[in-house]
């Protein structure tokens, strides 16, 4: 998890208390918070935290132990001495989401094990007198996995949003502001994804907080205001796969066998490297030289490595693959044809 070391705010059994957690850089829609002001929040598992009072483990806990985190904690600690005997929760605040989209309503989202992936949402926000434009009013989208309330796992963007008003209607009473906002949730698989997240368990959350100039040494939670869309629909987060075909002899006699070798590997988010999938079952195919179409021979499966292996009987010049239709955790695969001539 990309972090930044400070102390947030939870409301833990009606108590406040502060504690040490891990954030990214400020995911505010207005300018960048006050030097002293509370700081901004890492995402939805830190805002959950503070507004309703969990203690979930996910991504910062799992960074808990660095180096950065270990230095806050005192000053969190002592900070939370002083403000442990205050009982008050954040206000509803007056913020509706409407048409949020992730990965503009895409089934899945596929993760190697190196490269950032930039999961693009958009979304509606409407608030009723509420200055969207304060410097620390923030809001943002966040993907996490389980409940809402106790997420083990959440991801986040780099960045805040880019939202713009497109209406703003005033009366007597009120002024609703309404923006259209768009960002990105930024995938980084070597510090966000364990191999307990692959898999259709996402949801996605949009989010509003106004701090309303709350000091982050004693912050007052009664005068910050919070409001979330939770359980909103979100695509599967899957194990990048490779698959890999060869097919000998070149060139082969019509009517010879024709020994098609290859492998089915998949990203590991632990290892950070590539691995084996084994027990699956894989198509071969083959399509002949002027053709485009591939025809399905057999099923084989995958060993204990991952490996393939298996034979066919040459009857045509053409190209053989393996094909791999995927799994809830494992995106469908086809190798490159591997050409074989006729003698």
Known sequence: MRIRATAAVAVVSGALALTAVAIPAAQATGASGASGAFPAHGGWASVHRFAVGTSAAGPEAR???????????????????????????????????????VDNGKPAVVVGTTNTVHVPF????????????????YAGVDLYRGSANTPSNDLFGDNPPKCSVTSSTSSANSVVTVESCKGTVDIYPGQDLTLKDPGTGWHSVAWAVALNGQDGDNPDPS??????????????????????ASAKPKPVKKGGTVTVTGKLSRANWDTHKYAGYTGQP????????????????????????????????????????????????????????SHVGLK
């Open 63 to 101: 960074s808990a132990a660095k180096p950065a985190v270990k230095e806050a904690t005192s000053a969190a600690t002592s900070a939370a001495a002083s403000a442990a005997t205050a009982a008050a929760e954040p206000y509803p605040l007056a913020v509706t989401f409407s048409q949020l989209k």
């Open 122 to 137: 958009s979304f509606t926000l409407t608030a009723t007198n509420v200055d969207v434009r304060a410097a620390d009013f």
């Open 223 to 244: 005068k910050i205001g919070q409001a979330a869309l939770t359980g909103q629909h979100a695509p599967a987060i899957q194990r990048y796969a490779t698959l890999t």
């Open 282 to 337: 894989v198509k071969l195919q083959f399509r002949k030289k002027n053709s485009s179409t591939y025809t399905t021979l057999k099923t084989v499966k995958t060993d204990s490595h991952g490996n393939l292996k298996t034979t066919y009987k040459a009857t045509a010049d053409g190209y053989w693959r393996f094909s791999f239709a995927g799994t809830s955790t494992t995106p469908a695969v086809s190798a490159a044809g």
